[in-house]
């Protein structure tokens, strides 16, 4: 293994640029797409799929799904050099559904940039999106670590379980933000997380453990360890929004309190709604449901949050499924460092401050 | 094979609720998407995916895509019964390509009612469309036709490389739209269709070919037959759309000359920038890259194209393409009565009317 894991980075961004090169011509096009019946136009695929997918890459993000990855590869004593295409996968596949849910969402922002779709264009940014559901799945045709057949239907037959699962999640999450009346429960909100961001999670375990040919037993330890750390991670994105928002009570200026700002429903808000007493629960819920907020209303929501002890219930869940994650390593014959590295990854998932 | 063709729609619709019931239930997800970590909200999923793919679906369609397919297992000697599953995986995916393209073309209308984004909000109708690009092909899994690991994974691979092709193609088209002053090809235009409307026509034809393990050159006539009736067929919507509308000339009630309207370039605009005298081509990319157009200036944007004999031009092209899709057949040994199906449609697709 490199040093660090950051040091990853770069030879993923190279992998990636093999899979789709931000210069586009008619040789690539040809040899990835196959020969044309008539004639590529090499410049239209440039601005409609390279230029939005390179933007976004390029803004940052720190690529941990491939390098995830690479360490379960190394952790099953294979070469991570050698599998390293392969870590294309689920990093295209999250900056694609990034692309979407922007949409879907109506994001403005992303990366310290405007969203894609304000950039490109809907139609652009959301074809770009789409397409890279299905560009990175052609490294398994390519199949440069030379599987046979079952590994690699194994493959294709995970990646279309866990995609479907991830459209289910996205499908509750939509549903309830639209229809702000349904009540969520605790187990439904985990559920969600599971699929929405436990999938791709499990994508980035799973595909390891398959193209690596591990028993049935360590590829389930794997993606249980995967799907625990990403539903903590989602825990750990609901709990920040809330923390930063009350350190900022005094300063009006910034935006704060964001999810309640967009009634989303999350482990928090369930709590509270639950464990409030009833005026301050009817409350919450009514400042939720509201079109907008003023600054006032968002600190009001903020504060009953505060009053029920959700912080610290939704710190409490976060820990425990953290604890599970790393539970499920011990199936798993991993040396120490592997150990150490992914159960660095379970704690740094809650305690991150951005 | 039933006696019409028309016949099969119902069994089609049958295998279709087999795999995404109209009524949502945890039992359903249960068995569809496994069983959940914490606790599904069948409710949800109802509105979310459910209720918009039968919504689509029982606005009509002819479901062509499903029946062919079954025409093709009927021809290669198989009992299509046996493979009516296999038939849900084109139709749903195209399904799937209608509402994403409704949203990304800004669509308001569809098969006789509000485009799906307009009854369901985006986010839903847009994660509903993306999620029938991964619905169907679990299919493959359930393995219905027990077929061995090497034809799945043939599936799964050309599936992949058909999938990529259709953003490839929607990619191009969206960018030409965006960039009016973009010069386009006629073989750029024929190749943006082979790719955005012949991909999901090859997927029908493959896809009968993998599972009922014809030889690769029979899978490659039945593939190119059906790109190139594809590609005709394309042609005659745009054909269309120019006869429709020289027809209501006199008609101002009616909306006509969309594809006008829309500043789409296709055949015959390609053609009539090219073979009008300078002075009337420029006048038409004036016309077309114009964000709005008054009746009038429609009409004589029409005119420059009838003028142009682009009407008769595209015709011979189409009737071109549909001669060389009968003429795949002879490769393949199909019964007479196969022929004479595949043969009437490669008419009907020119000669319709709507």
Redesign the interface.
């Given at each position: 293994m490199r040093e660090t894991l950051a040091e990853w980075r770069p030879a993923v961004d190279e992998a990636i640029a093999d899979l789709v090169p931000r210069e586009i011509d008619d040789d690539y096009?040809e040899s990835?797409?196959?020969e044309?019946?008539?004639?590529?136009?090499s410049?239209?695929?440039q601005?409609?799929?390279a230029d939005p997918l390179w933007e976004l890459l390029d803004r940052g993000g720190k690529r941990w799904r491939a390098v995830l990855f690479l360490v379960f590869v190394d952790g099953f004593g294979e070469d991570p050099e050698e599998y390293l295409p392969y870590a294309c996968i689920p990093e295209i596949l999250h900056n694609g559904t990034i692309i979407?849910d922007d949409?879907?969402?109506?994001a403005t922002k992303r990366r310290g940039g405007p969203a894609l779709h304000h950039v490109y264009?809907?139609?652009?940014a959301?074809?770009?999106g789409?397409?890279m559901?299905?560009?990175p799945?052609?490294i398994?045709?390519e199949n440069p670590a030379d599987l046979p057949?079952?590994q690699?239907?194994a493959a294709?037959?995970m990646l279309?379980?866990e995609?479907?699962?991830t459209?289910?999640g996205?499908?509750?999450d939509?549903?309830?933000?639209?229809?702000c009346d349904?009540p969520?429960?605790t187990?439904?909100y985990?559920?969600?997380c599971?699929c929405k961001t436990?999938c791709l999670a499990r994508i980035v375990a799973r595909l390891a453990a398959i193209i690596t040919d591990q028993p049935a037993e360590v590829e389930e330890a794997v993606a249980s360890y995967a799907?625990l750390t990403a539903v903590a991670f989602q825990i750990g994105d609901d709990i920040l929004d809330v923390e930063n928002s009350l350190g900022r009570a005094g300063d009006f200026g910034k935006e704060f309190g964001n999810d309640v700002r967009e009634g989303k429903k999350t482990l928090l808000v369930i709590h509270a709604l639950e464990e409030s007493p009833p005026e301050k629960a009817r409350r919450l819920g009514e400042l939720l449901e509201a079109d907008e907020n003023t600054d006032e209303e968002v600190l009001e929501a903020l504060s009953i949050l505060e009053e029920a002890g959700s912080i610290e219930y939704a710190r409490e869940r976060a820990l425990d499924l953290a604890a599970n994650a790393r539970a499920e390593l011990d199936a798993v014959a991993f040396d120490d460092e592997t150990i150490q590295e992914l159960e660095a990854f379970t704690t740094f998932v809650i305690e991150r401050d951005e």
């Open positions: 096009l990835f797409f196959g044309p019946t008539y004639e590529y136009d410049e239209s695929i601005q409609a799929l979407v949409v879907e969402d109506g264009g809907q139609d652009v959301l074809n770009a789409n397409a559901y299905f560009l799945l052609k398994l045709t057949a079952e690699r239907l294709y037959e279309m379980y995609l479907n699962r459209h289910l996205q499908g509750m939509i549903y309830w933000h639209n229809e349904t969520v429960g187990e439904e985990l559920e969600m599971a436990g799907e």
